[in-house]
């Protein structure tokens, strides 16, 4: 028996104006699945700031679940390698002179010294202290001083290495040895982004900062729409965030998504005038500045902006994209990935973020960035973009490659500051949840549960 939406839900639904829409969205966007039997317990404050959580967390969800490393265009060519941190944990995420993509632990196994602390691309790994080396296969290269080593065995002096798997031009470590099988993992994403391709994507910005929350607050505030009226007010008038439609596929533990009209303003805005609709969207999204958009119906002005983004696509792409709908060219088609990846599918909002703890602090946590933009019809495609590290005083705003992104993104720390000192003032010990609205995150703390532990 099919589940029905939520009543009371604002109207026209998305799948109401996908139906409208010039260009139909594609089968894979043209069904719901909303959620059903995640119970409304309250999620407990501790679970945000307290120190031993988050050590549980390194040892049960880190140190156990697949996670994004890299993009695979940063590891070109042999020696090509990046650094992955994640608490304590730090790795080498290498492309080896075979050709083979590969993850070693980043430290000498001499005194411990950390191999590399940025990426780039090397011949060897030697570490900088004594010169102790290894190749890019991980093996024991040369050893300073051999004389004095005879208690060293070669053939066992290689750098540990953890799981290594690749989906959607993304590189996924696990550092679990009996870890279940990444494409098991994925469930229902490759399915899905069958549609979208990530693999045909690279990463043409990279932004990354540390932002003064704990990072399942971060993640949590970009997997709803529900305080866009009051954090983004500026956007209503053109972003129907309250028919937002969120996604928990049933038995499915690792991915829900959310689905967001755009160039189309709220139904609680109330009637908005569509020279608005234009100027305000013109106003703040720089991709759609120039679009040249006359009056009509909002659904006019909705297939406007989308024939006007598919031919800039297909322009700035260097290959045809004009046969894309509506939704894959103007809307927010978002998914995520447990624990800390969220993927946008479609070309007009090419987004990905990842959120995770920064070191062991668990009132801080990275916050990224990342726009994949289309390669060229022949997979040719500019450098990958190397992260750009923001200061903590810095703002987004001041990473220019974000475009508007980066003032929503500012708008959305401040109240992240706010929530994590509230959430230790505050004297009730759980936060309460909206059963719709906020669906995904009460789906991604079911299964955080199950990682830690946690009986239901």
């Not at 910005?205 to 729409?225: M, T």
């Not at 923001?390 to 708008?411: H, K, N, R």
Request: hydrophobic share 35%.
């Amino acid at each position: 028996m099919a589940i029905k939406p939520p009543e009371g839900r604002p109207t026209p639904s998305v799948q109401d104006i996908y139906a409208q829409d010039s260009r139909p969205a594609p089968d894979v966007l043209r069904f719901e699945s909303p959620p059903a039997g995640l119970g409304t317990e309250d999620i407990s404050v501790e679970r945000y700031f307290d120190q031993g959580w988050h050590n549980l967390e390194m040892d049960r969800v880190w140190r156990k679940c697949w996670q994004m490393a890299c993009r695979v265009e940063e590891l070109q060519k042999p020696g090509d390698h990046v650094v992955y941190n994640i608490g304590d944990e730090s790795l080498l995420v290498t492309r080896t002179s075979k050709g083979e993509i590969r993850a070693f632990v980043n430290a000498c196994l001499h005194r411990g010294v950390l191999l590399r602390t940025t990426g780039g691309c090397v011949e060897r790994f030697k570490c900088p202290f004594h010169g102790f080396t290894w190749s890019l296969e991980g093996k024991l290269a040369h050893i300073p001083s051999q004389w004095d080593f005879d208690h060293v065995n070669r053939e066992e002096f290689s750098l540990p290495e953890v799981k290594v798997g690749q989906w959607g031009g993304f590189v996924f470590v696990n550092f679990d040895p009996n870890c279940e099988p990444l494409d098991s993992y994925l469930e229902i994403l490759p399915k899905h982004f069958e549609q979208f391709k990530l693999e045909d994507r690279y990463k043409a910005a990279h932004v990354c900062k540390v932002v003064p929350c704990n990072w399942k607050l971060a993640q949590e505030a970009f997997i709803e729409s529900f305080h866009i009226p009051v954090a983004h007010p500026q956007t209503t008038t053109y972003v129907a965030w309250d028919t937002t439609q969120y996604d928990i596929f049933p038995g499915v533990r690792h991915v829900n998504r959310m689905l967001t009209v755009e160039a189309m303003p709220a139904p609680s805005a109330g009637e908005v005038e569509t020279d608005k609709t234009i100027k305000h969207m013109q106003r703040d999204v720089a991709f759609h500045a120039r679009a040249k958009i006359e009056h009509g119906s909002q659904a006019d002005v909705r297939n406007q902006f989308a024939d006007s983004a598919r031919d800039k696509l297909s322009k700035s792409a260097k290959r045809d994209l004009r046969g894309m709908s509506n939704a894959e060219v103007v809307d927010v088609i978002q998914y995520s990935l447990f624990p800390n990846l969220v993927p946008w599918g479609g070309h007009g909002a090419p987004i990905c973020y990842r959120f995770r703890p920064y070191e062991n602090d668990p009132e801080r946590a990275v916050m990224e960035i990342m726009l994949l933009f289309a390669k060229a019809e022949d997979g040719s495609h500019p450098p990958p973009a190397a992260p750009h590290w923001l200061t903590e005083e810095q703002s987004w705003s001041d990473a220019p490659e974000l475009g508007s992104a980066g003032f929503v993104a500012d708008q959305d720390t401040e109240n992240l500051r706010r929530i994590q000192k509230g959430l230790r003032a505050t004297h009730k010990p759980g936060i309460t949840l909206a059963n719709y609205q906020e669906s995904r995150i009460r789906h991604f703390h079911q299964t955080l549960d199950r990682y830690m532990g946690v009986k239901p």
